[in-house]
């Protein structure tokens, strides 16, 4: 069956390292993949989308991995700021048909340590 | 720009009653998707409207669940009659028409079956 992982439900890191969160998928040749930001009561927020013939994408002090062969994304958030603290989820959309929306990985909760 | 915006923000309601959500996407939007997130589990795709079209609906759980976009507009979600595994957090999200464009999700409607 098709599944998307995310690494850990928690993750701690002290201020001022590198984030490192994980998706990995299986059984799904995904067109794109997306990574979102999800606050306690709110809705999941847009960050950064890769496409499957992409390797990196950044954006300020976020960057984004897409290995196809891997089946793996790393999203990485550097130099990090309790402010980044908040549940980070990291979804899909299929190539060549397939139900219209994203299909979301649970997620991972980052915690920033000041 | 104003975001999409979802109504109510909670609901509560005992088992076989219905219940309506309501949801406005951003102002020029043809793409809206409903989502849901049980407790524990990811979010998951409903169903997806391009203007007043349900162009997939592949997502929605039975029949009790009925979704409307009149005028291609605001979108409405009902369950009736609800059932205790309804619960959970129903978003809504909007986007542009191009290919790969983000989701601009709303805070989502809490819904507690009691």
């Known amino acids: 069956s098709q599944k998307i992982e995310q690494n850990s439900e928690a993750l701690n890191i002290q201020e001022g390292k590198t984030a490192t969160l994980t998706c990995n998928y299986t059984?799904?040749?995904?067109?794109?993949l997306q990574w979102y930001r999800q606050d306690p009561g709110r809705g999941p927020v847009f960050l950064l989308l890769?496409?499957?013939?992409?390797k990196e994408k950044r954006k300020e002090r976020l960057k984004v991995t897409f290995d196809t062969t891997l089946k793996q994304s790393l999203f990485h958030i550097t130099a990090s700021q309790p402010a980044d603290s908040a549940t980070y989820l990291c979804?899909?959309?299929?190539?060549?048909?397939?139900?219209?929306?994203?299909?979301f990985g649970k997620g991972t909760h980052l915690i920033i340590q000041p | 720009e104003a975001g999409v915006t979802q109504f109510p923000s909670h609901s509560v309601i005992e088992k076989g009653q219905t219940v309506t959500l309501r949801c406005d996407p951003i102002?020029?939007?043809?793409?809206l998707y409903w989502y849901r997130r049980v407790m524990g589990k990811e979010i998951k795709f409903l169903l997806h409207?391009?203007?007043?079209?349900?162009?997939?609906e592949s997502g929605m759980p039975n029949n009790r669940f009925l979704a409307e976009r009149t005028g291609g507009t605001y979108s409405t979600l009902k369950v009736q009659p609800a059932e205790l595994e309804d619960s959970g957090v129903y978003f809504c999200?909007?986007?542009?028409?191009?290919?790969?464009?983000?989701?601009?999700f709303g805070n989502g409607t809490r819904l507690t079956v009691t």
């Open positions: 890769i496409r499957e013939n992409e």
């Open positions: 999200a909007s986007s542009h028409r191009a290919p790969n464009s983000p989701l601009h």
């Open positions: 409207f391009v203007k007043e079209s349900k162009q997939d």
């Open positions: 979804a899909l959309r299929l190539s060549g048909g397939g139900a219209d929306g994203l299909t």
């Open positions: 059984n799904y040749s995904p067109a794109y």
């Open positions: 102002s020029g939007h043809d793409n």
